[in-house]
């Protein structure tokens, strides 16, 4: 067996087809580097398996043309009859051909995540939950595309299949996004159901492992549907190749029709803390930026003593995951995710971590108060920083004569009352109130 399967790798153009899928799939992940968004998927295993997916939009057309143009090997080369009158049965011929297509499409597949693995490795502190699922899911949908080719090939024996198939599967893919896009933002609905995810997620969400399951159901049973029109030659049994398929969107579908949140939900292990160990006061990120703590250590700790003069000063920095669901202590200052990585230097880092008193920003850029929210955040971190503007904080034209004004009217309060009031946008902020309103001073206040 392993000298019929040597023998077809030589004959068939499925190790092309294989190097084709690598090479376009390690250009699409390193192209990004060039607009500096490798952050996209290199910062963790479930990125990059959720990433490779994506890739998939051009991989899977191209596995679906080259399947339908490796079915008609034989007819290009006239040997079709001679073959066909052969005693063995049809399968035992056509069987190997159909596994070596397979193989090739998955190892290019996997030879992407291998071309990613290195700049992942040195990247990432916390791998993800779920990431070798995803991957080994798209290898079905690969191999399921490649099978449908050689079915359709076999089905359509014409020059022109290989190329209908490929540039129609690309317009399909391309027109099914745009129909599942409304749903999206509530529920993922048929969007499931396509090889390829239409948007990455956060290094603290994961993929479901019932996503992955009812997908693996869908894609082998497409696969399977496949292998059964380029077996089969009898026209009545190859009406059977529409049951797989059916009986995988029936076994996926109550896995599938799920909200987005249980679809790609926060990943519990990636959003646990880890800390400082030693006798400083306590520094904790979560596990998904694990690699941020120490460079987050002595920024941090600076930022606990300049707020040491508020009351009930906080005595320990935590970063602040979006969606973090529990209110913030009073004891803690709160580092937005955002920062974590955002400057090399310390001093800035610090600036960052005293916006608001060291509260998070709760409102959002569409927001008419954003804007009045930001001033009196910097406001704040000035005043405990001791300068305005704060590190890292560039401003030009009249945003920076706002604040410039606005510094001077603060700090022209007394000293108490200063004290006061930026105690007062640390106390907003822990409940996500209104910090322009607690520092009294802005452009309309």
């Not at 000063?313 to 979006?322: I, R």
């Not at 804007?371 to 920076?400: C, I, K, M, N, Y």
């Amino acid at each position: 067996m392993n000298r019929i399967l040597r023998i077809e790798l030589r004959r068939s153009d499925a190790l092309l087809a294989g190097a084709v899928t690598a090479a376009l799939g390690v250009a699409g992940l390193y192209v990004l580097a060039f607009t500096g968004q490798t952050a996209l998927w290199d910062q963790q295993w479930n990125l990059l398996a959720v990433f490779q997916r994506i890739m998939l939009v051009i991989l899977w057309p191209l596995a679906l043309a080259a399947g339908a143009w490796q079915a008609g090997r034989d007819r290009r080369h006239r040997i079709e009859e001679l073959l066909g009158t052969t005693p063995a049965p049809r399968w035992r011929r056509t069987g190997p051909f159909a596994v070596v297509t397979a193989a090739c499409l998955a190892a290019g597949f996997l030879l992407v995540l291998l071309g990613g693995a290195p700049k992942v490795a040195a990247t990432a502190g916390y791998p993800g939950t779920g990431w070798p699922a995803v991957t080994l899911v798209g290898v079905l949908a690969l191999v399921a595309a490649g099978w449908l080719g050689l079915g359709v090939g076999r089905l359509l024996p014409f020059a022109y299949t290989p190329a209908v198939l490929g540039v129609g599967g690309l317009a399909g893919l391309l027109a099914a996004i745009e129909l599942t896009r409304p749903s999206e933002a509530t529920d993922p609905g048929a969007a499931l159901l396509l090889p390829f995810f239409t948007s990455t997620i956060s290094e603290f969400e994961m993929v479901a492992g019932a996503v992955s399951a009812g997908q693996a159901w869908w894609f082998g049973g497409l696969a399977a549907g496949g292998l059964v029109l380029f077996l089969v030659r009898n026209p009545l049994v190859r009406l059977l190749a529409v049951v797989p398929p059916a009986l995988g969107l029936a076994l996926a579908a109550p896995m599938l029709t799920v909200p987005l949140e249980e679809a790609f939900p926060v990943d519990p292990a990636a959003v646990a803390e880890v800390c400082t160990t030693d006798d400083g006061p306590r520094v904790c990120v979560t596990a998904a930026h694990s690699r941020e703590l120490p460079a987050l250590v002595a920024p941090a700790r600076d930022a606990l003593r300049m707020m040491a003069t508020l009351p009930d000063a906080p005595t320990s920095v935590h970063e602040a995951a979006p969606g973090r669901d529990r209110p913030q202590p009073a004891s803690e200052a709160w580092v937005d995710t955002d920062n974590l990585g955002a400057t090399d230097d310390p001093a800035e880092l610090t600036a960052r971590i005293l916006a608001g008193a060291g509260t998070p920003l709760c409102v959002r850029a569409d927001d008419d108060a954003y804007l009045d929210v930001l001033r009196a955040r910097s406001v704040a971190a000035a005043w405990l920083h001791g300068t305005h503007p704060v590190p890292g904080q560039s401003l030009f034209g009249d945003e920076q004569a706002v604040r410039e004004q606005m510094w001077q009217t603060f700090t022209a309060l007394p000293a108490d009352e200063q004290l006061r009031r930026v105690a007062a946008v640390r106390a907003a902020g822990l409940t996500c109130g209104d910090q322009a309103a607690a520092l009294g001073i802005g452009a309309d206040r």
